[in-house]
């Protein structure tokens, strides 16, 4: 466009409002019925892919590169599936034109509990209490519209992978936050959780590792986390997606490892580990007494067979990746990718003038913190809205994470080093002389 052009804009005060869109076959006197969004989704956010991802889309459209540090999608960032499990699906694939059981076919329910069992110490798990699923975001649907009546809460992190609150929402339940603390390294505040249960609350949902943060929890904390379930009865709804993604040595520890007396539902799949996000394969394992529970897993039985079963051919890629080589482990270890990426994101983030970010432990993000004695933000979205806009780098606000104040960013750490390196400059270099 010429530089010197003018964009001639028309005024619409004067133009009528009452005047019905044409439709051929209907009299332009008839009035069309107007269809609104259901109110159950009132309440309902998900800015992972909210109106700023909408907004690149559109920028992407005219043109534009973006660079997405979004969410968590390891395929276009150069990271590939194991050939085995590539090999796995292809040889499947003539067998896997049909229906499987609603729960998922048996090789891959027996490889998960045998992965659970031997490896991560489970209570016993019984190949039935497996439900394999088009990823965990479908199971935890599933798991929160079985279990939740109106008003019911669920305890959920904050900042918290916010599936978990639109989930309960959407299944008419209430998404009651307990505080991470910051200061200790993003761990759970025990007290806050504890002053936050009530005679509603009917579920502890922990997410560990921790997304967004990169939190990996202590023994200490899970205990405590643990002890609280037990004494007020709730269940135990763990998130443990990214348990095969540390750094530093730390330790994953599961949490039905320590609850074997308390009904716990644990979900995991091959989504991040595996580098396979857009197969959807995931499962969830029921652990613990189950005899106070039947209604409850008949109504998830119920979800898993309303909709058939999960994608048949990702199921085939269950049993060997979980049986074989954990080439995670090379990306992880001193010398891996994703390790030199987290170091990477950390160390630039820090440099930043009035910017922190506590050291993730785990999984594949960072959260860092914006002081807001230095960056005066009170509006995370228009914050990344004009990041988009000026730098074509795309980021998910903090708020976004349920976190209760504008002064936090999720990046994600999955571009090699010297893009990150880079789009952390530039962040660095638009924070400074930003203005809200």
């Given at each position: 466009?010429?530089?010197?052009?003018?964009?001639?804009?028309?005024?619409?005060?004067?133009?009528?409002?009452?005047?019905?869109?044409?439709?051929?076959?209907?009299?332009?006197?008839?009035?069309?019925?107007?269809?609104?969004?259901?109110?159950?989704?009132?309440?309902?956010?998900?800015?992972?892919?909210?109106?700023?991802?909408?907004?690149?889309?559109?920028?992407?459209?005219?043109?534009?590169?973006?660079?997405?540090?979004?969410?968590?999608?390891?395929?276009p960032f150069g990271f590939e599936a194991p050939d085995v499990i590539m090999r796995d699906i292809i040889q499947a694939l003539p067998y896997a034109q049909g229906y499987s059981d609603s729960k998922g076919i048996l090789p891959a329910r027996r490889a998960v509990v045998t992965r659970y069992e031997l490896v991560d110490g489970f209570p016993y798990l019984d190949v039935d209490d497996v439900f394999l699923g088009n990823g965990v975001s479908e199971l935890i649907t599933m798991t929160t519209q079985a279990l939740l009546d109106n008003g019911?809460?669920?305890?959920?992190?904050?900042?918290?992978?916010?599936?978990?609150?639109?989930?309960?929402?959407?299944?008419?339940?209430?998404?009651?936050?307990?505080?991470?603390?910051?200061?200790?390294?993003?761990?759970?505040?025990?007290?806050?959780?504890?002053?936050?249960?009530?005679?509603?609350?009917?579920?502890?949902?922990?997410?560990?590792?921790?997304?967004?943060?990169?939190?990996?929890?202590?023994?200490?904390?899970?205990?405590?986390?643990?002890?609280?379930?037990?004494?007020?009865?709730?269940?135990?709804?763990?998130?443990?997606?990214?348990?095969?993604?540390?750094?530093?040595?730390?330790?994953?520890?599961?949490?039905?490892?320590?609850?074997?007396?308390?009904?716990?539902?644990?979900?995991?799949?091959?989504?991040?580990?595996?580098?396979?996000?857009?197969?959807?394969?995931?499962?969830?394992?029921?652990?613990?007494?189950?005899?106070?529970?039947?209604?409850?897993?008949?109504?998830?039985?119920?979800?898993?067979?309303?909709?058939?079963?999960?994608?048949?051919?990702?199921?085939?890629?269950?049993?060997?990746?979980?049986?074989?080589?954990?080439?995670?482990?090379?990306?992880?270890?001193?010398?891996?990718?994703?390790?030199?990426?987290?170091?990477?994101?950390?160390?630039?983030?820090?440099?930043?003038?009035?910017?922190?970010?506590?050291?993730?432990?785990?999984?594949?993000?960072?959260?860092?913190?914006?002081?807001?004695?230095?960056?005066?933000?009170?509006?995370?979205?228009?914050?990344?809205?004009?990041?988009?806009?000026?730098?074509?780098?795309?980021?998910?606000?903090?708020?976004?994470?349920?976190?209760?104040?504008?002064?936090?960013?999720?990046?994600?750490?999955?571009?090699?080093?010297?893009?990150?390196?880079?789009?952390?400059?530039?962040?660095?270099?638009?924070?400074?002389?930003?203005?809200?």
């Open positions: 466009m010429d530089s010197n052009a003018t964009i001639e804009t028309v005024s619409t005060d004067n133009l009528p409002t009452d005047v019905p869109p044409r439709v051929p076959g209907v009299s332009s006197r008839q009035h069309q019925r107007v269809f609104a969004q259901s109110t159950k989704l009132q309440d309902v956010l998900y800015e992972i892919r909210g109106p700023v991802h909408a907004h690149a889309a559109r920028l992407e459209a005219e043109g534009h590169r973006i660079l997405k540090l979004n969410i968590g999608n390891p395929a019911d809460q669920v305890l959920i992190p904050a900042p918290d992978y916010p599936l978990w609150t639109a989930a309960t929402s959407l299944a008419g339940g209430t998404a009651v936050h307990y505080m991470c603390d910051e200061t200790n390294g993003w761990m759970p505040d025990i007290e806050d959780l504890e002053s936050k249960i009530t005679e509603r609350t009917k579920a502890l949902v922990i997410i560990n590792p921790n997304n967004p943060t990169g939190a990996v929890y202590t023994r200490e904390i899970l205990t405590k986390m643990v002890e609280l379930a037990r004494k007020h009865q709730l269940l135990l709804l763990a998130d443990e997606i990214y348990d095969k993604i540390l750094y530093d040595d730390a330790e994953h520890i599961s949490v039905a490892s320590l609850a074997p007396d308390l009904l716990c539902f644990t979900f995991n799949g091959l989504s991040k580990a595996y580098r396979v996000a857009g197969y959807r394969s995931a499962w969830l394992a029921i652990t613990g007494p189950k005899d106070h529970a039947a209604s409850l897993l008949e109504g998830v039985n119920l979800l898993a067979n309303m909709r058939l079963c999960p994608n048949v051919p990702a199921q085939h890629a269950i049993q060997v990746a979980l049986g074989g080589h954990q080439s995670i482990d090379d990306l992880v270890l001193p010398g891996g990718r994703l390790l030199e990426q987290r170091d990477v994101a950390w160390t630039k983030l820090n440099e930043i003038p009035g910017v922190s970010c506590v050291k993730p432990q785990g999984a594949l993000y960072a959260f860092p913190r914006l002081d807001p004695e230095v960056h005066h933000i009170h509006d995370d979205d228009q914050l990344v809205l004009d990041l988009l806009l000026n730098e074509k780098i795309l980021l998910t606000q903090g708020t976004g994470f349920n976190w209760p104040e504008p002064d936090h960013l999720r990046i994600v750490t999955l571009p090699w080093a010297r893009d990150l390196a880079v789009a952390i400059e530039r962040l660095g270099n638009f924070l400074a002389s930003y203005r809200q």
